[in-house]
Every structure is written in C-alpha cells, then in structure tokens.
C-alpha cells in the first residue's frame, strides 16, 4: 500500500493495447454466451419473453445471471484493461502485483537497478529494502528510463532475458483462454442456470 508521499505523479502505464484486447475480446465472448443462453432458460421460456425487451425483462426479474457477470466478468475485466498498472510519481513509483489491495509503493532509493527484459514493453526492477525483483509491462520503457536516469539508478539496456517474453505472453493468452471456455460450458451445460434456480429463485 502507498505510505508515504511520493510526490507529483509523472507517468502512468495501464496494461498494453493486445492486453486490453483479449481481456475485453473475452468480456464480450462471455456477454455474447450469455446472451444467446437465455433462450433456452426454463424461466424465460416459461415467461414467453422474445426479443430484446423480453430478455431484459426476464433479466430484471431473475437478475442473477447478469448480476454475476458484471462482479465477476466486466468488473475484473475493465479493471486489468484500464486501471491496474505501474505509476511513476517524483520521489518513487507505485506498482500493483494483481489485486487493487496489492499495490506496492517503492521509493527510487530502494531501486538499485533496472533491466529492459523486452525493449518495447517488458522491464524488471531490483529492490534493495527486500532484495526482490519486481516485473512488470510498461507501454513507453523510454519513459520510465527517463525517470529511473533522473535519480541516478542504474540499468542493463540489453535484452539477454528476452526469452522470458513467450512464456508471459503465452501463460497471459492461456488464462485469458482458459477463463472463457470454462464460463461458457458452465453456460451451455446450464451449470449457471441450475446455481441461479438453487440460490436466487
């Protein structure tokens, strides 16, 4: 957590532009499933709801389906494609590690080094206060060099650890997978109907 000042915000980075896409392309994939999956509903049908007012009227009236998406899918979603990432302020920069209550505020004093591992956006920095290596993406890595350079830390330019960039984005690209195809056959085996007329109706 941030306990301390760390002066005037200089820079913020959010997560890279494909990042954004396939967290969004999987939000939308989701939205889509279930959309098409509230036809075969029993209590739709049973409403003889048809049409875009019958589903948000069917919606309004069993909310749990789509209560369920905004808290666990758009919430998520719109959160790792648009607000977490790394800020550099005057006097030290704040990184998140996963969740908003994982954010770690790091004075440049307790910087001993940084590493470019991907000269466009994949860079590493070497803590003193914990000997501890924080990775991180960043969308301008001339950027935050520049700032890292105004408080005299030094750092390696090359790209030796380059080989460590498939594996991130192939474990990114995996989970964004993953997550999608296990919501949608809870979807279309009617796992998520059965939870909804167990606990909500």
Do not use: C
């Amino acid at each position: 957590m941030k306990d301390f000042n760390l002066g005037k915000k200089l820079y913020r980075s959010t997560a890279l532009p494909h990042i954004k896409i396939g967290i969004l392309t999987i939000a939308l994939w989701i939205f889509v499933n279930l959309y098409f999956k509230t036809f075969s509903d029993p209590d739709f049908i049973k409403l003889g709801g048809e049409g875009i007012y019958g589903i948000l009227r069917f919606h309004y009236r069993y909310p749990a389906q789509i209560v369920g998406y905004i808290l666990m899918t758009l919430v998520p979603a719109t959160y790792y494609a648009f607000f977490r990432g790394i800020n550099f302020f005057e006097d030290g920069l704040v990184a998140n590690k996963g969740l908003p209550f994982f954010n770690q505020s790091i004075q440049y004093s307790n910087i001993s080094s940084f590493k470019i591992i991907h000269q466009k956006y994949i860079m590493s920095i070497t803590r003193t206060d914990i000997e501890d290596e924080l990775l991180f993406t960043i969308r301008d890595a001339d950027r935050a060099i520049a700032i890292l350079d105004q408080h005299n830390i030094k750092g390696d330019l090359g790209q030796e650890s380059s080989e460590l960039v498939a594996p991130i984005r192939r474990k990114v690209i995996i989970g964004f997978i993953i997550f999608g195809i296990a919501v949608s056959i809870m979807q279309y085996t009617g796992l998520i109907i059965k939870v909804n007329q167990l606990l909500f109706r």
